[in-house]
């Protein structure tokens, strides 16, 4: 989940292409490990899956932007 946060965060520093990808990987693998009953933490993981999600989407966002704009 702090990695999603961070990527929603600093996606203007390119820092989103990493930490994004890794709150998605490791918020799925988190609800895999909660669904074998090895952690309670699952809100938590989805979490991570939804704010991962969001800072891949608005880094893309960020990277059309900047591309458009350099294409102008």
């Known amino acids: 989940m702090v990695l999603g ?5 600093l ?8 930490l994004g990808p890794l709150g ?3 918020g799925i693998l988190g609800r895999k490990k909660a669904a074998r009953g090895e952690a309670t933490n699952a809100g938590m ?4 899956i939804i ?3 969001i800072g891949l989407a608005i ?4 990277i059309g932007v ?3 704009a350099a294409m102008r």
């Open 5 to 9: 946060i961070l990527s929603i965060c």
């Open 11 to 18: 996606f203007c520093m390119y820092l989103g292409v990493v």
């Open 24 to 26: 998605l990987i490791f």
């Open 45 to 48: 993981a989805l979490a991570g």
């Open 51 to 53: 704010t991962g999600s």
């Open 59 to 62: 880094q893309a966002v960020w």
């Open 66 to 68: 900047i591309v458009w």
